[in-house]
Nanobody, 123 residues
Framework: QVQLVESGGGLVQAGGSLRLSCAAS????????MGWYRQAPGKERDLVAT???????NYGDSVKGRFTISRDNAKNMVYLQMNTLLPEDTAVYYC?????????????????WGQGTQVTVSS
């Protein structure tokens, strides 16, 4: 079991930056993958970025080149640096953890989820 707590969300103007943090309640060294997902009102939960315990990353098409995911196993932390934010990035952002190696990046493959943090980008 692992609890995840997100922080760093807020209101920002288009073109601005935010850094989200995800704190895990225990070591994430053995967790295969950590990820960030987002969900806007009336929409499905979508992939933002994932990172394996070997450092391999995967990004959603709409955030490639603008967002960067990283993890610090020593601190049990995962980060999402978001640059050049757009109004369409507005959503609740969730941190997630996947114990196993199957399922790829689909949200249903992830075992643990945080409560989410709101990101609002104004135009």
């Amino acid at each position: 079991q692992v609890q995840l707590v997100e922080s760093g969300g807020g209101l920002v103007q288009a073109g601005g930056s935010l850094r989200l943090s995800c704190a895990a309640s225990r070591s994430i060294f053995s967790i295969n993958a950590m990820g960030w997902y987002r969900q806007a009102p009336g929409k499905e939960r979508d992939l933002v970025a994932t990172i394996t315990n070997h450092g391999s990353t995967n990004y959603g098409d709409s955030v490639k080149g603008r967002f960067t995911i990283s993890r610090d196993n020593a601190k049990n932390m995962v980060y999402l640096q978001m640059n050049t934010l757009l109004p369409e990035d507005t959503a609740v952002y969730y941190c997630a953890a996947k114990q196993g190696i199957i399922g790829g990046t689909v949200p249903s493959a992830y075992d643990y989820w945080g409560q989410g943090t709101q990101v609002t980008v104004s135009s």
